[in-house]
């Protein structure tokens, strides 16, 4: 038997947490980006990757810790959350903002020297559990006062289990450079159940 009534007591006890009340989640844009220039980066840049899995962390706030801990004990671990990330890495995060180019971050209406990148990729069973944002990458670089925005950009096309649900939208069939903003304390989830692996890129900053 699952037990799951810790989990299902966070999310129903969050002031977002109802998936009865609609929440608008709106594509805002496409940014002109070419997905085979990102999946050959990724794979130039594979040996310096970051590859984790979701668990709690020092470096992360006791909420986005908790969110982990529930995530856990209902069975999400190493084998099912493993993802490759570019970005963490300083060089990294300069070399995505010029592969995104200034008139994408135009479109978006915030400075690429005040904004964190994440190129992510998840393999066929792989997946981001459930959680909100708690943006505290992008706050220990420009400050704590500093208020976020976070963009999902799909990179890789859509194809068979690529998926991701932001409150009560599904979000799928999107073409390469199909940008949402994840509103903030709301929780989503993203996966790949395909057979291809999934490529998409978190931007944050603050809009101008």
């Known amino acids: 038997m699952l037990d799951n009534q810790y989990f299902t007591k966070l999310v129903d006890e969050h002031p977002n947490g109802d998936l009865s009340k609609s929440v608008a989640v709106d594509k805002l844009c496409t940014l002109n980006i070419d997905p085979i220039v990102f999946e050959n980066f990724a794979n130039e840049h594979r040996e310096q990757a970051t590859v984790k899995w979701y668990h709690p962390r020092p470096f992360l706030n006791d909420v986005t810790n908790s969110q982990a801990i529930h995530a856990n004990w209902i069975g999400y671990n190493e084998h099912n959350t493993t993802e490759s990330n570019w970005g963490l890495d300083p060089n990294h995060n300069k070399q995505l903002k010029e592969l995104v180019g200034q ?15 994440r190129l992510l990729e998840y393999m066929p069973g792989h997946c981001l559990p459930l959680h909100y944002d708690g943006f505290e990458g992008f706050k220990r670089l420009y400050g704590a006062d500093k208020v976020g925005t976070r963009f999902f950009v799909a990179i890789s096309k859509w194809d068979w289990g690529h998926a991701l649900q932001v409150h009560n939208k599904m979000i799928s069939n999107w073409t390469p450079g199909d940008t949402y903003i994840i509103p903030p304390e709301i929780w989503h989830t993203s996966a790949n159940f395909g057979i291809r692996p999934k490529y998409t890129l978190t931007i944050t900053g603050e809009i101008n």
């Open 103 to 117: 008139s994408n971050f135009d479109l978006l209406g915030i400075d690429p020297e005040q904004s964190l990148l």
